[in-house]
């Protein structure tokens, strides 16, 4: 539900405190390549209505995040 600098600040604060070897655990929808219908897709649209900047993501768009704020992408697994 965040912008993307404030996404990379929160992230940049979780680095800061988990150990060298820790993990960070994200839960959230992922919007799928294309343009098939989707309901994360609808999310984005409600997002982008009501918050201030904050939207669903790509797996390529959290990866960027993650990158920004010296996590890196692991894996992605589909619920």
């Known amino acids: 539900d965040w912008a993307d600098d404030a996404c990379v600040r929160i992230l940049r604060h979780c680095?800061?405190?988990?150990?060298?070897?820790?993990r960070l655990v994200v839960?959230?929808?992922?919007i799928a390549p294309g343009n098939d219908p989707?309901?994360?897709k609808l999310l984005d649209l409600e997002m982008i209505a009501v918050t201030d900047g904050g939207?669903?993501?790509t797996e390529k768009e959290f990866a960027a995040l993650f990158d920004a704020a010296g996590f890196h992408l692991q894996r992605v697994?589909?619920?």
């Open 27 to 30: 839960v959230d929808a992922v």
């Open 77 to 79: 697994v589909a619920t």
């Open 15 to 22: 680095r800061r405190v988990i150990p060298p070897a820790g």
């Open 38 to 40: 989707g309901f994360e």
């Open 55 to 57: 939207r669903e993501r």
